[in-house]
């Protein structure tokens, strides 16, 4: 059985920095690209950063570039998600997710996911 499994979320001031962290079990960073989305009150869910299975290489949503930074431990099976500089438009339920086809064209898009954990709330107060 897969499971993701997020922790790290929570309240923190603008400018300020959290971590999150996805445990990952069932299956290995080796065969699962690993993305995070966030979902804000009345939006829909948008891509924030991938990892892919091969070569780990990395990808961003423009507004989170050189701001956030996503990376991978083989070893602990987990995938981190550091935020610095964090804005209120950060504040959103953060999920990692699993995609076990890695095609980077639809790296972006929740819907090629097959995998999600439960969500980890941000919150960023001004």
């Known amino acids: 059985q897969v499971q993701l499994v997020e922790s790290g979320g929570g309240l923190v001031q603008t400018g300020g920095s959290l971590r999150l962290s996805c445990a990952v079990s069932?299956?290995?960073?080796?065969?699962?690209?690993v993305g995070w989305f966030r979902q804000a009150p009345g939006k829909e869910r948008e891509f924030v950063a991938a990892i892919r299975r091969n070569g780990g290489h990395t990808y961003y949503r423009d507004s989170v570039k050189g701001r956030f930074t996503i990376s991978r431990d083989n070893a602990k099976n987990t995938v981190d998600l550091q935020m610095d500089s964090l804005r209120s438009e950060d504040t959103a339920v953060y999920y990692c997710?699993?995609?076990?086809?890695?095609?980077?064209?639809?790296?972006?898009?929740?819907?090629?996911?097959?995998?999600w954990g439960q969500g980890a709330q941000v919150t960023v107060s001004s």
């Open positions: 069932g299956v290995t960073l080796r065969t699962t690209t």
């Open positions: 997710a699993g995609d076990r086809n890695d095609i980077l064209s639809t790296i972006r898009d929740p819907n090629t996911y097959d995998y």
